[in-house]
Structure formats: structure tokens, C-alpha cells
Nanobody
Framework: QVQLVESGGGLVQPGGSLRLSCAVS????????MGWYRQAPGKQRELVAQITSGGSTTYADSVKGRFTVSRDNAKNTVYLQMNSVKPEDTAVYYC???????????????WGQGTQVTVSS
């Protein structure tokens, strides 16, 4: 069984910073891409940032230059450093990991339970 546990969400003022963490545990053979998605009320879930096992990154245009995704492969953990946050960054943030549980199996997407980020003064 695989678990993704997020932490670090909360209330932050506009212009402030927040750091999200997501630790993956359980039966893991290999983790490929890891990343963060978010879903605001009344909107579809969208990709925020993603990082491959080799360290290549992808960002949504709305967060480029403000957010940084990173990972610690030894700890099976992905991070999202959020700087210069804006009210429109308010959403539930979900951790995602594309991973295989056994050698030779097809990777599958796993999700965390979500953590609320609220940007407000």
C-alpha cells in the first residue's frame, strides 16, 4: 500500500511564503515524476509544478518565478516552496506521485489527501 502525506498548508498573507512537503511511503519500487496540483472552489484541478526523477521541472505559467518544486529521492519526498503568494493561489493543494510498486509493473498515479492553502490579509 502506498501513502502520500502532505504537510505545510495554512493561512499566509499576500506576498508571504509557504513550504509544502509530501512524503511517500509504502511499497515502492521506483518513483518517477512527482508534483503538485491545486483545485480552487468551482474550478478544475490544475498542475502547479512537476519534477521528474532526473530533476527536470515544469511549472504552470501562473507560478513561474514564484514557486519552486524540489525532491529528496533518499526521503521519497517532494517539496513546493511558494514565494510571493497571491490571493489567487488559494486552493487545496494535492501531492502526486507516478510510481511503480514492483519491478516490471506499469507506473500508476497516486494522490495525497490535499492540504488547504489560503492567501489572505
Amino acid at each position: 500500500q502506498v501513502q502520500l502525506v502532505e504537510s505545510g498548508g495554512g493561512l499566509v498573507q499576500p506576498g508571504g511564503s509557504l513550504r509544502l512537503s509530501c512524503a511517500v511511503s509504502g511499497s515502492i519500487f521506483k518513483i518517477y515524476a512527482m508534483g503538485w496540483y491545486r483545485q480552487a472552489p468551482g474550478k478544475q484541478r490544475e498542475l502547479v509544478a512537476q519534477i521528474t526523477s532526473g530533476g527536470s521541472t515544469t511549472y504552470a505559467d501562473s507560478v513561474k518565478g514564484r514557486f519552486t518544486v524540489s525532491r529528496d529521492n533518499a526521503k521519497n519526498t517532494v517539496y513546493l516552496q511558494m514565494n510571493s503568494v497571491k490571493p489567487e493561489d488559494t486552493a487545496v493543494y494535492y501531492c502526486n506521485a507516478d510510481l511503480a510498486t514492483e519491478r516490471g509493473t506499469i507506473p500508476y498515479d497516486y494522490w495525497g489527501q490535499g492540504t488547504q492553502v489560503t492567501v489572505s490579509s
